[in-house]
């Protein structure tokens, strides 16, 4: 016998004995209670219409559902931003309604954001970054305005330099709520300022062992072992690639081409290590022969050879990030990877710093 009169202790109940029948989750029940206070508009309906807009965003389109958006009022108005049914009172759920279409308008805006700077529903693999970029956007009054290419630079700057550091160390992998709730914080604190304070939310977490935004010799060297499929690829690229004008968009690219490597025979090579060497996707198809190109130029690459391409196409090498101390013909493969490898770790701790832990 259960003496708990709590409500969520009694919806657990009611999960765990309609087992037997159509599956229903706290969420679903939430949603109805949600439902049943949101007295201004049809909630399901404008939930469903922000998650269609969402979707459309994006290549492949990002994939947000009721809890996303649930948790993203949360953040916004309530200090407890738990699942909890006393979190969804008539009280906060008005707040909710009451201030709907800038809820919506700073979510799309956000995803749009976010879109602008390369990502898709395939790279951006925690939804819940994205949350403290609304909470951003809606506390400062930023929902029509952030996505102009000619306004808040320096803010978009550090807010996908923040995205790119938390995808990478995996803050939200567990315990998002401490995580969100902390960042907020943060960001409240800081709503004076001109920037978003990414060096604020650094130092925020700076003891936490698992949850901290700095980067380890070992744990860049690894960063660069990252195949170019795997969804931490395009963050990386993203990140040290900062320098570039994000308002166009940017392609993976191999520097030497893909294609030259599919084709090798161990009797193209004088002994079978340089034939291991030059047939490693750790060599070829990480990082280190990767980089970020734009469009127009990655279509008129496709298969040419990498000295080729930068002698026909007269290409910057400082902003490829190409070594220069090389010889770039394929010949010299193995000294590439090397000098490219070097230049790399290099750029990514002038970003983020380094760690002795």
């Not at 960001?187 to 001109?194: M, S």
């Not at 960063?223 to 392609?251: E, G, R």
């Not at 090579?269 to 469009?295: G, K, M, W």
């Amino acid at each position: 016998m259960e003496t708990s009169q709590e409500i969520d202790v009694v919806l657990d109940i009611f999960i765990r004995t309609n087992s037997g029948g159509e599956p229903l989750s706290f969420s679903n029940l939430l949603m109805s209670i949600t439902t049943a206070n949101w007295t201004l508009r049809d909630a399901r309906k404008s939930l469903e219409d922000v998650i269609k807009k969402v979707f459309e965003i994006g290549k492949p389109g990002f994939m947000v559902n009721a809890d996303f958006i649930l948790k993203v009022c949360l953040v916004l108005f309530n200090d407890n931003i738990k699942f909890q049914v006393k979190n969804f009172d008539r009280k906060s759920v008005q707040q909710f309604d009451l201030n709907w279409d800038r809820i919506k308008d700073s979510i799309i805006a956000a995803f749009k954001l976010v879109e602008s700077w390369g990502f898709n529903d395939s790279s951006l693999r925690a939804k819940n970054a994205v949350i403290p970029l609304v909470y951003y956007i809606y506390h400062k009054n930023l929902e029509n305005d952030i996505n102009n290419q000619a306004h808040h630079q320096s803010e978009k700057d550090a807010m996908r330099k923040w995205l790119c550091l938390s995808l990478l160390k995996r803050v939200f992998g567990g315990q998002s709520d401490a995580i969100l709730t902390t960042i907020r914080k943060v960001l409240r604190n800081n709503l004076n300022l001109q920037d978003f304070p990414l060096e604020q939310i650094k130092e925020a977490f700076k003891d936490n062992p698992t949850k901290n935004l700095a980067f380890s010799s070992e744990y860049i060297e690894g960063l660069l072992t990252i195949q170019k499929d795997d969804p931490n690829c395009y963050p990386i690229l993203a990140l040290i690639y900062s320098h570039l004008n994000f308002n166009q968009v940017f392609h993976k690219d191999h520097l030497h081409p893909f294609s030259y490597f599919q084709k090798l025979k161990e009797t193209d090579f004088e002994n079978r290590d340089l034939f291991l060497f030059y047939t490693n996707p750790l060599n070829y198809n990480s990082i280190v022969n990767l980089q970020l190109l734009n469009s127009s130029l990655n279509e008129s690459k496709l298969d040419t050879p990498l000295e080729t391409w930068i002698q026909d196409k007269k290409i910057d090498l400082d902003n490829q990030l190409i070594p220069k101390n090389v010889d770039l013909s394929i010949k010299y493969f193995p000294d590439f990877v090397s000098k490219r490898k070097e230049l790399l770790k290099k750029r990514f701790e002038e970003i983020v710093g380094t760690t002795n832990e």
